[in-house]
């Protein structure tokens, strides 16, 4: 993983370059140069630890994710607000599979530093008050879910919103 600093610095002197290059003439290595930086730009606001975490954790492998989330060992300091969210989220995920504890501590961190899309915010609140009703806290439980159900834009977690309103009516 390389440091959001260097990835500034190299991004800047990349597109100073780029522009040298173009003003001698040299405008097809100037254009790529300032492609590569603006590559980097976008690499420092989506970490590309988290984008193959994601993308293993899509295919079901909890144990790659898990690895692959370790490759970051300070995200206070490696990664930006929005982006300690989402690997507190993916965390809690991963978690929600081995110890709830963990995965509660987790979802609630991601919740608090915030989280860049509204289904990934009603699934982390779903998360939570499923967490909630195995804990048998069935009031803040229920209030997780109201949450959850207006965070769900897209009515895309709607079926499994009503099925957790059904469990909460036979505890």
């Known amino acids: 993983m390389i440091p959001k600093i260097i990835k500034l610095i190299a991004s800047v002197s990349l597109f100073g370059y780029g522009v040298f290059q173009i003003t001698e003439t040299f405008i097809g290595n100037g254009i790529f140069l300032i492609i590569l930086s603006i590559l980097l730009i976008v690499l420092y606001f989506k970490n590309e630890v988290l984008i193959f975490a994601f993308l293993s954790l899509r295919k079901q492998n909890f144990d790659k994710t898990e690895r692959i989330l370790k490759l970051i060992r300070n995200p206070k300091s490696a990664l930006v607000k929005k982006q300690q969210g989402f690997?507190?989220?993916?965390?809690?995920?991963?978690?929600?599979?081995?110890?709830?504890?963990?995965?509660?501590?987790?979802?609630?961190?991601?919740?608090?530093?915030?989280?860049?899309?509204?289904?990934?915010?009603?699934?982390?609140?779903?998360?939570?008050?499923?967490?909630?009703?195995?804990?048998?806290?069935?009031?803040?439980?229920?209030?997780?879910?109201?949450?959850?159900?207006?965070?769900?834009?897209?009515?895309?977690?709607?079926?499994?919103?009503?099925?957790?309103?059904?469990?909460?009516?036979?505890?």
């Open 87 to 171: 690997y507190f989220y993916l965390h809690g995920l991963i978690q929600s599979q081995k110890n709830l504890t963990i995965a509660e501590k987790h979802f609630r961190e991601a919740l608090k530093l915030g989280l860049n899309m509204s289904h990934d915010v009603a699934m982390a609140k779903l998360s939570l008050a499923g967490i909630m009703m195995q804990k048998r806290r069935k009031r803040e439980a229920q209030s997780l879910l109201t949450e959850a159900k207006t965070f769900d834009k897209h009515n895309m977690l709607t079926a499994q919103i009503k099925l957790m309103q059904e469990q909460m009516k036979r505890i």
